[in-house]
């Protein structure tokens, strides 16, 4: 059980493009999710929180208009990186939590920006 | 916010041996304390968690404790294995919400 998908793997875009990935909880409901990016041989770090029905809490210093997330629906979320440039791209990993805190990661998208 | 460290950032252990990750934590509000394993390339899995009116908690090789007075906690990996080579990341969440704040990372080496 607890089982996350992510789409796409990797993708490749050019300057100036949108880009959007799509998170799914398969076989639970997930009230919240979240959405990490990760650079080479670092950390998780926390971009946003998206709550079904409502706005994303965006952490400080994440451009909201640049990473717009939608949690449509109790097993789907996504992340759209608008007008995206090389600075961008990294790993981005979301994860869906289950009520008593537990956190379950897709297998993340690796966004390369040319 | 809380303030999550992790030491050792490297670990090398011979096969066979023993392997202890410690972490600390700012927040006394936290209550809740997983630990990922990840590797290269690949999702961040959850391998054990630890709630605070726990002190320790074991899944076979793996085991956690926690020190909420000193607010710390630690990963113990007995008998390692090469498959336990990976980067491990020990987390705990803010104010006792969902949002989890993670540690720097520890890359363990299992020496065959």
């Known amino acids: 059980g607890a089982v996350v998908s992510q789409h796409p793997s990797w993708v490749i875009c050019k300057s100036g493009t949108s880009v959007k990935i799509e998170c799914r909880s398969l076989d639970f409901q997930a009230t919240t999710m979240f959405w990490y990016r990760q650079f080479p041989k670092q950390s998780l770090m926390l971009m946003a929180t998206?709550?079904?029905?409502?706005?994303?809490?965006?952490e400080q210093g994440v451009e909201k208009d640049k990473f717009l997330i939608n949690h449509a629906s109790l097993t789907l979320s996504t992340l759209t990186v608008t007008s995206a440039h090389p600075e961008d791209s990294s790993f981005y990993i979301c994860?869906?939590?289950?009520?008593?805190?537990?956190?379950?990661f897709g297998p993340g998208t690796r966004l390369t920006v040319t | 916010g809380e303030n999550v460290e992790q030491h050792p950032s490297t670990l090398s252990v011979q096969e066979g041996d023993s392997a202890v990750i410690k972490c600390t934590y700012s927040d006394s509000a936290s209550n809740y304390f997983p630990w990922y394993k990840q590797e290269l390339g690949k999702r961040p899995q959850l391998i054990i968690d630890i709630r605070s009116n726990v002190g320790e908690k074991k899944d076979q090789r793996i085991a956690v404790t926690l020190n909420k007075t000193a607010k710390h906690f630690s990963l113990h990996i007995t008998e390692t294995q090469p498959e336990d080579s990976a980067v491990y990341f020990c987390?705990?969440?803010?104010?006792?919400?969902?949002?989890?704040?993670f540690g720097t990372g520890t890359r363990l080496t299992i020496i065959p």
């Open positions: 998206s709550n079904e029905g409502s706005k994303a809490t965006y």
């Open positions: 994860s869906a939590s289950l009520p008593a805190y537990e956190q379950y």
């Open positions: 987390a705990a969440n803010a104010a006792g919400n969902e949002k989890l704040t």
